[in-house]
C-alpha cells in the first residue's frame, strides 16, 4: 500500500477551493450559529445559489464571470430574507426546521425537470468556465507543483481566487465580530428579551447576520463552481452537517476555529476517504469492498459530531468557559 | 378508463416527454452508469427507454444534428438508460428511436397529448445548460385517460393512506419532543431500522407476519438501547437542547451509512410488495397491502390513543410533555417515563417503517431520510410535542403531498408541503393544536 | 457588600394623587397612564385594569397574589405582549402596538423576575450592551472603528462608574455567569440605568437574593428616584414595600384592586381578601417563573 502516497494527497486538501468552499461556508455558519445563535441548517441552500447563480448567470444570460459571481449573493440576500421574516421571531428550533425544510425546497427546484433547461435538472450546469472565468486566467500554462500541493495553471487559478475570496471573509467577519455590532450579536445569542428590554432591535441584527453568513455561504458555493460542474447532488442536506461538523470542531464562536475546523474536517476525511479503499485493496478490511471501505468515512464523521458535542463542545480553538450551548 | 374497457388488447403506447416527470422518488435514485456514444464531448443528450415501467434494454437509437459530423447511434443499457455526446450547445438535434430494436410485443401507438405525435422521432434543443434529458415511456398511459375526479379520489386515498404512515413516525417524534425537547433527526434513522429488520428476519426464513412483529420488537429494544446508551447519560449531564440536536444528526448520520455499508445502496423487496390492485370504480384501485397498511395503521393509533390517554404512564407522558419540572415535582419518575416512550416510540416509527416500505415501495439505506422532513412538517404543523398534532398534521401532510400532484410536477411535490409549513409558521407559529408561551 | 453602610431613612413623596384615595385614582404628574387594558388567554381574562396612573419621580410598588396578572401587566406595558384591547402611554405617547425595543429607547426600561443577564459575555460587554446610542452597532458603521472608538471609551467609562456604584467593578472582566444570583440582579439594574431612562420598571428585584444583597439594593432603588428617575416594582415582600414605595398598586384576579400610600393601603379590606384568599397557595410562580398564568389563575 502507498501510505506516503495517501499522506502526501492528504495534505493536498489542505490548499484545494473545496476546503477553501467549506471554510466560507463554515464561516457563514459560524456567524449564524455561534455569534448570533441562529439554528441554521440550510446553510446547503445558500451554497447552490452561489454556485447556481454564477453557473445561471454564465450560461443562460451571459453575463462576465464577475458579474455573474454576483448573482449567487444576492439569491442570497433575497433568499435569507424570505427565509428570515417568518422564523426570526420565533424559537431557534423552529428556525432549524424551517431552514432544512426550505433548503431542500430549494435542491428540489434546481433537480426538478421543470426548470431542466436552466439549471440542467440532475445533471447539472457545466461548460461555465471554460471560456470565461479560466479563460481569464493570468498565470502561464504548466505544471506547478510545491511538495504535496500539485496543480496545474487552471488549479492554482482557482486556488488562488478561492484562498482570496476567503482572506476578504475571513477580514469582515473578524471586524464584524469585533466590534459593537458583534457584541449586540452575541447578547441576542444569549437572551434576545434581555436584549429588546435595552431597546435593540432585535429581528434586525438576526435579519443581519442572516443574510451576511448566508452571503458567505453562497461565496462558498462559487468558489466550489468556479472549479467544477455544478450538480444538485452537491448541496444535499448532508453537506449543511458537515459544514456544522467543521464548526463545532473549530469552535463555533471563533473566526480562525471554522476554518481550522473546515481544513481539518476535509483533510481528515480526504485521508479516510483515500486510506479506507487502500486498506481494503489490501485486504486488511475484514473482507469489506473498497466502496464499502469509502463509506466508512461518512459513519465516522456522523461519530466525531456526537463525539465532539458531547465531550468537547467549544471546539479545538473555542475558549472552554464561552460553551456555546447554553439554551 | 378506456384502456381497461379492452384489456385483452394490450395497447401499448409510445410517448416521449422532454423533461420527464419522476415517478415516485426517482429523485433519489443514485445515477446509474448509462451506455454511452461521443462521452467525450462536452455536451450531452441523455435519457431512459422504458416500457409500462420496465426499464428496456438494446433499443437504438440514434442522434442526428447540423453540428454532428455523423449520426451517433446507441444501444440503451440494462437499465433502460443511454448518454450521447454532442458537439455543441444551444444547438437542435433529431432522436430517432429504432423501432425495430424494441422487443417483441412493443409497438409504437400514436399518443396525441404528448410532444411526440406521429413519429418515433423528437427535435430536441440543447440549450445553454448543455444537457437535456430525454426519456422515451412506452406502455399504458393512463394519465390521459382518466377522469379529474377519479384521480382526486385515488390521490386522497393514497394520501390518506400515506398521511396515516408518516402520523405512526411523527407520533413517536413529537412525543419525544415533547418529553425531552430533543428535535431527533435520527427518527428517520428509526424509521428504516424497522423496515431493514423486517427484511432480515424474513430472509432468514421467518413467516411474513412473525418478521413483522419481531421487526417492530426489534424497534422497541432499538429505542431502549438508544435511549439507555446515550440519551439516558446525556439528561444526567443536563446537555442543552442544540447540543442535543446536533448529537441526533451525528447519530444519524452514522448509523445511516452503517445501513448502507451493511445492506448496500440497492432497493430491496418485501414479500408482497407486488400484489395485484383491486379496482373499486373508475380508475380508482387499491391493492390489500393498502388496504391493511390504512387498518393496520388506525387500530395502531387507536391503541397509542388508549395508552395515552387511559393508562397511568400514559398519562404520566402527558404531564411530563405539559411541564416537566413540575411532573417532577408531584413524584413521577421522568426518567422512567422518558425510556418508555423512547421504546413506544421507536416501535411506532419501526412500524411505519414497514409500511412505508410496502408504500414507495422498497427498503434502501435512507428511505427513513426521505420522509424526515415531512415529519418534521407534520409535528410543527400540528404544534411541537403534542400527539394528536402530530397525527392532524401527518394526515394533512399526506393529502397535500398526494393531491398537490394534480397541480405540480410530481418531482415537486414535497416542494408543496414544506412551502405550507413555512407559511402556517408565520400565522400560526405554535402550530394548529399547539399554545403560545409566557414571556419574563 | 453595600457601598453606604449607614443606610438613611427613605424621604417618602405625598400628596401625588387628585381627589379621594381609590384604584384608579387620577395623579398630579402621571408618567404612565393605562385605560381599560384588557388580555386575555383563551377564556381566562389574565390582564383587566380600568385605569391606572403611575406618579412621575416617585417609587410605586405593584403588589398581588400570585397569578394577579403584574407580570403579564409588566410585559404588556413594555410591549413585550400586546393586549386584546386598551389604550397606554409613556409621556403623553401612546405605547399601543409599540415594539418593545421602541419603547425601551423611548426611556423606559424593565428587567425581568427571571435575571436575564447575558451569561457568556462579560460583565463589562453587559453593560456595554445598555448604552443606546452606540454608532457602532450599525452594521455599515462596525467596519470603521474610527467612527465608534471613542463613543466606545466614554462607555466604558459610564459603565464603570456604574458598576463602582454597584460594587461589580472588580468583576468587569469576569463572564456574567460566573456572578452569584443577587449579583446577576444589581448587573441586571445596572445595565438598565446605562440608558439613563425616566421609568425603571422592575419585577421582583428581591426574588432570591442574597438578604446580605438586599439592603444595598434598596438602597439603589432609593438612589433611582434621587436621581430624578420614576421607578415602578412588583414585589412580594411586604416589609420592603412599606419600607421604600411612596405609593402602592394592588391587583387581584388581574384588576387594580387598591391603591393608596403603603400604610394606608395594606388596612384597605380589599387588600386583605385578595391575600387571604389565596394565601395557601404555594408560591410556585416565584421559584420557577415557568408557572402559566392560567394554572395559577384558577386557583381562586
Known sequence: MDFLGVLNSTIGFVLDPVTFAFSLAALGLALH??????????????????????????????????LAALLGPLAAVIFAIILGVPTLRLRGDYL????????????????????????????????????????????????????????????????????????????VVWLLVNSPWGRVLKGIREDEDALRSLGKNVFAFKMQALIIGGILGSLGGLVLAMGQNVNPNQY?????????????????????GPLAGSIIFWTIQAFIGLLMPALASEGLLFGLSSIQAAQIKFILVGLALVLIVVFRPQGIFGNKKELTFVK | MVNASKPAARLIKLSAVLFAVGLWFSLFASPVAAETTNGELPFSISGTVSDSGTPLGGVKLSVTGETMTAPASVLTSADGTWLVGVPEKNADYVINLDVSSLPAGSSIVDDPDTVLVESEKVNVRVGPGGRVALNFFLGEVERNTTSFFDQLVARLINGLNFGLMLALAAIGLSLIYGTTGISNFAHAEMVTFGAISSLILVGIGLPLWLALIGAVVLSALFGWGMDSVLWAPLRRRNTGLVQLMIVSIGLSLAVRYTYQLFIGGNTEQLPGADT?????????SLSWIDVASMILSISLIAVFAW????????????????????????????DAVVRVVWIVGSALAGFSGILWAYFRPGIRWDMGGQILLLMFAAVTLGGLGTAWGALAGSIIVGLLVETSTLFIPSDLKYVGALVILIVILLFRPQGILGRKERIG | MSSNPASPTPVKSTGMHVGTIRAGVAKKDPILIADGVRRQFGGLVAVDVEHVEIPRNAITALIGPNGAGKTTFFNLLTGFDQPNEGKWSFNGKSLAGVSAYKVA?????????LTKALSLLSVMDNMKLGSPDQKGEKLWASFFPVLWKKKEIEIETQALNLLKRF???????????????????????????????????????????????????????LNLKSAGMTVLFVEHDMHMVRHIADWVIVMAEGKVVAEGPPGEVMKNPAVIDAYLGSHQEIDLGTITGRISIPKSGKEK
Open chain 1, 96 to 171: 432549524a426546521i424551517v431552514t432544512i425544510a426550505a433548503a431542500e425546497i430549494m435542491r428540489l427546484l434546481f433537480l426538478t425537470t421543470t426548470f431542466g433547461p436552466v439549471t440542467g435538472s440532475a445533471d447539472g450546469l457545466s461548460g461555465h468556465n471554460s471560456a470565461t472565468f479560466w479563460a481569464a486566467n493570468p498565470i502561464a500554462e504548466g505544471q506547478y507543483d510545491f511538495g504535496p500541493f500539485r496543480g496545474t495553471e487552471l488549479d492554482w487559478w482557482v486556488r488562488l481566487v478561492g484562498f482570496g475570496i476567503l482572506c476578504v471573509a475571513v477580514v
Open chain 2, 307 to 334: 395508552w395515552l390517554l387511559r393508562t397511568r404512564i400514559g398519562k404520566a407522558t402527558r404531564a411530563i410533555s405539559d411541564n416537566p419540572s413540575l411532573a417532577a415535582a408531584s413524584g413521577i419518575n421522568v
Open chain 3, 167 to 221: 460594587n461589580l467593578d472588580t468583576k468587569q472582566s469576569e463572564y456574567a455567569a460566573s456572578l452569584s444570583g443577587g449579583q446577576r440582579k444589581l448587573l441586571e439594574m445596572a445595565r438598565a440605568l446605562m440608558s439613563k431612562p425616566e421609568l425603571v420598571m422592575l419585577d421582583e428585584p428581591m426574588a432570591g437574593v442574597n438578604p446580605a444583597l438586599t439592603q444595598s439594593l434598596l438602597e439603589h432603588i
Open chain 2, 276 to 284: 395485484p390492485k383491486l379496482q373499486l370504480f373508475g380508475s380508482v
Open chain 1, 236 to 256: 444535499v442536506t448532508s453537506i449543511t452537517f458537515y459544514i456544522w461538523t467543521a464548526l463545532l470542531l473549530g469552535g463555533a464562536a471563533t473566526v480562525f
Open chain 3, 105 to 113: 429607547r423611548m426611556g423606559l426600561i424593565r428587567t425581568f423576575q
Open chain 1, 33 to 66: 450559529f455561534g455569534f448570533a445563535g441562529l439554528l441554521n441548517m440550510g446553510m446547503a441552500a445558500f451554497m447552490a445559489l452561489g454556485a447556481y447563480g454564477y453557473a445561471i448567470g454564465i450560461l443562460t444570460f451571459g453575463l462576465p464571470w464577475y
